[in-house]
């Protein structure tokens, strides 16, 4: 008899937060399993609003011991993904569930390339670019698009050039880092450091690393400890609750489109000295950022309201 496979297919914005207390007990539990958040990101559920849009629940994910969470970009690794859960809590009797999520955006999909399969289950690969690069671009999801195409501009306009990696799971990435960080604390005379994997896809290259996810900066946040010699790094993400727009406005909102990449690249640039800071005022200018717009995450201010008096007086 073949066994079943559970999938939980949601709304990603009403999966953890509305039925975390259940997510934990099925971990507590050792179930196993596939839950699916089918319409993630905060600035990719477009016209939707606050209500539906989702940039926490990676975070809260990374809660949960046995839950192995994913944020892919590409079809071919949701399906690496898949078939590695199938083969542990199926074929290998692992015990843990797994959490994807996933997108409502239609963009055209590569083929997998050759012996990533491992590292995409690691969390973390290179997609394109050469490793003498000047800077690392991290992207998750579906802003692993917004990180290609600041690549592009980057080359062409500024002459930066730019190593691109998808990182299919920014909690996985957290979880080894600390393990191995806690190898090492206790075997302090070992001649076998263990290495995070962070570390070992950007060891032996130079340059800053900039992240842009659709989720919390808390996210992605979570490697800054594990990057090789203390790289500078900047973290890009949709901390504030969703708004209703285009998925153009959105990205432009929370700062992680690829304009945003562009100039948090160059200031960073511009801090460690590679570059002149005029470079950045020159891609604020060219993009026509808005500068004095309020924080994202910050309480905004409602239309002001007649007083009572007056409504009193009018009426």
């Not at 432009?252 to 960073?268: E, M, P, Q």
Request: charged share 20%.
């Amino acid at each position: 008899d073949c066994p079943m496979i559970p999938f939980y297919i949601y709304y990603s914005m009403f999966g953890f937060q509305r039925v975390g207390d259940m997510c934990w007990a099925a971990g507590d539990q050792q179930a196993r399993g596939f839950l699916l958040g089918a319409t993630a990101g905060r600035t990719t559920l477009s016209g939707e609003g606050l209500q539906h849009e989702d940039g926490q629940s990676q975070v809260y994910a990374a809660t949960i011991p046995t839950c192995r969470a994913y944020d892919p970009a590409f079809a071919y690794e949701v399906a690496v993904i898949a078939e590695d859960g199938v083969r542990r809590m199926m074929g290998e009797g692992e015990n843990g569930f797994y959490y994807l999520t996933l997108y409502n955006e239609n963009y055209p999909q590569p083929s997998l390339p050759e012996g990533v399969e491992a590292a995409i289950i690691k969390g973390m690969y290179r997609l394109q670019g050469a490793p003498d690069a000047q800077v690392r671009l991290l992207g998750s999801g579906t802003l692993v698009r917004e990180a290609q195409a600041a690549a592009q501009l980057l080359a062409d306009v500024w002459q930066v050039a730019s190593e691109v990696y998808s990182v299919t799971s920014f909690n996985e990435l957290a979880r080894d880092g600390m393990a191995c960080e806690e190898y090492n604390r206790l075997h302090p005379m070992s001649d076998a450091a263990k290495e995070s994997w962070v570390s070992q896809q950007l060891r032996g290259t130079d340059g800053i690393v900039v992240s842009a996810t659709d989720h919390m900066r808390a996210y992605s946040e979570q490697i800054r400890a594990y990057l090789p010699d203390s790289r500078p790094f900047v973290a890009l993400g949709t901390d504030g609750y969703g708004r209703s727009d285009t998925r153009a406005n959105l990205r432009s909102y929370f700062g992680v489109d690829a304009a945003h990449i562009v100039v948090a690249t160059l200031k960073k640039l511009a801090d460690e000295g590679e570059v002149d800071a005029r470079l950045v005022k020159d891609a604020i200018s060219s993009f026509e950022l808005d500068t004095d717009r309020p924080v994202a995450w910050a309480p905004q201010a409602t239309p002001e309201l007649h007083p009572v008096a007056d409504y009193k007086e009018e009426n």
